[in-house]
């Protein structure tokens, strides 16, 4: 699989008979994120702004980065999600009590052959399990043996490294309502891995700059040959010097 830079936006990545489109949406969950497009749906980027949301449970069940875009013509106001405009561009409509969700897991796989049909469960009565419409519920691949996780092994790592940060997030409240407050959730920083915080400072740090954070020594180990071109060691606080908070 090959990397090549086309535009700030897009990067086109060919291999195992596929031809794949990689959009940079920018900064979530402490590092920068990309999301996975068919080829068909590179030429988008010429018509929508691409960002990444992320969004948190109130309810305590976690949080997802989800590829998100609007209409540079109409706006901000025309925003959607991105897996939602390709189902409703290659499918069509999606009907009360259903949702497009990510086949693999990995909500920013927007790979249409990733997306599915299942059933929104914040609708369905309780002890009824989800299932998708259309398709035999498969087991999840391992992360490490997914197209994505393979094409975001191909990103140089000067694309990839950038100082943590946290911006505004969506949040969902009981009600199902969206509201803004600071992240404190963040994502390991290897760049294939999509696991999320579910807890405040549950992932490692590295040790050296105390910026980059890991799901387990197997990301860190695997993400050390790009990280340790740009790991700096950090300032070490003497006694009754309140160093600075996470």
Known sequence: MKYVPST???????GYGLKL?????????????????DERDISLVQQYVFEARLEIDRNGNGASIFAWCYDISRGRSSGQYVHAMLWER??????????????NGITVDNRLENLQLVRDQARLPAGRAQQPAGKST?????LDNTIYWRAMQQLPA????????????????????????????????????????REVREFSICGRCQTARYCGTICQQRD????????RERKRYVLGERPPER
Do not use: M, Q
């Open 138 to 142: 498969l087991a999840r691949p391992p």
């Open 158 to 197: 000067d694309v990839t490294e950038h100082p943590p940060s946290c911006p505004l997030v969506a949040t969902l409240d009981g009600n199902g309502d969206s509201a803004e407050e600071e992240c404190i959730y963040y994502e390991c920083k290897n760049p294939p891995c999509t696991r999320i915080e």
């Open 224 to 231: 050390w040959p790009a990280h340790k071109k740009f790991c």
């Open 8 to 14: 700030p936006e897009r990067a086109e990545s060919s």
């Open 90 to 103: 290659y499918c069509g409509g999606v009907a009360p009590g259903w949702r497009v969700a990510h086949h």
């Open 21 to 37: 489109g990689i959009v940079r949406l920018g900064r979530a969950a402490g590092k920068i994120k990309y999301a996975l497009l």
